[in-house]
C-alpha cells in the first residue's frame, strides 16, 4: 500500500501508463479495452493515462473517440475518454515513444506507485507489434529495455511497481529477467490471449 505521507507529499498513490499499439488488426479490441478503462477511470488517488496509436483503415461502429486515425494521449476518466491530446501520427514500435510517454506521464501525474501496461500483439522474447502504419515496426525486448531505461532515468525513477503485458506469450523468462531492472512485479501471460485481452 502507498505510504501514510502519500497526501502529505501531494501525490496521487498510483498513475497507470497504458501503451495501446493499435496500430494494426487488434484496433477494435483496443476500443473495446478504452471503454472498460473508462467505466471506471481516474479518481482521486489514480491517475489512468494512454498513448493509443490507431490504423486508418479500421472503423468501429459507435466509437466515443470519433475513429480517430493517428495517435493520441488520453487521460481516462470515470465514463469519459474526452481529455485528449492529439500527437500526430507516431510509430509505437520506436523505443523512443515509449521512453517518452513513460517520461511524460510521471512529470503529468506524479505519484507514490507506478504501473505500465504495454498493449498488443506478442510474442515473448522476440517482442510486441506491429505498428502496421510505421513499416511493421516491432518493439523488440532490447528495445523495451532501452525505453524503460531512457523513460525511467528522464523521469528520476529507479523501478515502477508492476508492468504488464497485455498481450501473447510475454511470461518468458528472458521477458521476466529484463523487466526485473525496471520493475517490481510483472504480470504477463505464458499463453496465448483472446483478442479482448485483459
Known sequence: APSD??????????????????????????????????????????????????????FVEG??????EDTKLLVVQD???????????????????????IEGSIASFPAERYAVVLWNHGAGWPGMGPDETDGN?????????????????????DKVDLVGFDACLMASYEVA????????????SEELEPGHGW
Open 177 to 188: 529477467t529484463t523487466m526485473a531492472d525496471h520493475a517490481r512485479f510483472m504480470l504477463a
Open 5 to 58: 505521507d502519500a497526501a502529505l507529499d501531494g501525490l496521487d498513490d498510483w498513475t497507470f501508463m497504458v501503451y495501446v499499439m493499435g496500430d494494426n488488426d487488434l484496433e477494435p479490441f483496443a476500443v473495446d479495452d478504452l471503454l472498460e478503462m473508462s467505466r471506471v477511470g481516474s479518481t482521486d488517488d489514480v491517475n489512468v493515462v494512454t498513448l493509443v496509436d490507431r490504423h486508418p483503415a479500421y
Open 79 to 101: 465514463g469519459d475518454l474526452s481529455q485528449s491530446t492529439d500527437i500526430g501520427e507516431v510509430n509505437v514500435g520506436s523505443p523512443d515513444t515509449l521512453a517518452d510517454f
Open 137 to 157: 515496426d516491432i518493439l523488440d525486448l532490447a528495445e523495451i529495455n532501452a525505453a524503460f531505461e531512457a523513460g525511467l532515468a528522464a523521469a528520476g525513477v
Open 63 to 68: 466509437d466515443p473517440t470519433d475513429n480517430f
